[in-house]
Nanobody, 114 residues
Framework: QVQLVESGGGLVQPGGSLRLSCAAS????????MGWYRQAPGKQRELVAG???????NYADSVKGRFTISRDNAKNTVFLQMNSLKPEDTAVYYC????????WGQGTQVTVSS
């Protein structure tokens, strides 16, 4: 079964940047349409960015123009470059397929605070 391991989170000041990584095990990773999700305290998990196997991307309105999703199929890794971070971006960030069919990893905490 494919395992997902997220990393790269941390504490950053408003306006700062972080780059998240999601490493996936399994040789069929390149076939999956992948997404980055986040869950803030007391809120439901939401999809913030997606990338298809053909590298077509889409973003939630709340992050458009600030976040960039990319993938490296040779390394079975999906990235999320986050710029101009805001306090409302504070959440635990997860990756999964766009259908959310894989077992969820532990996520990586992103805290935006001064």
């Amino acid at each position: 079964q494919v395992q997902l391991v997220e990393s790269g989170g941390g504490l950053v000041q408003p306006g700062g940047s972080l780059r998240l990584s999601c490493a996936a095990s399994g040789s069929i990773f390149s076939r999956y349409d992948m997404g980055w999700y986040r869950q803030a305290p007391g809120k439901q998990r939401e999809l913030v960015a997606g990338i298809t196997s053909f590298r077509l991307t889409n973003y939630a309105d709340s992050v458009k123009g600030r976040f960039t999703i990319s993938r490296d199929n040779a390394k079975n890794t999906v990235f999320l470059q986050m710029n101009s971070l805001k306090p409302e971006d504070t959440a635990v960030y997860y990756c999964n397929t766009l259908a959310g069919i894989l077992r969820w990893g532990q996520g990586t905490q992103v805290t935006v605070s001064s």
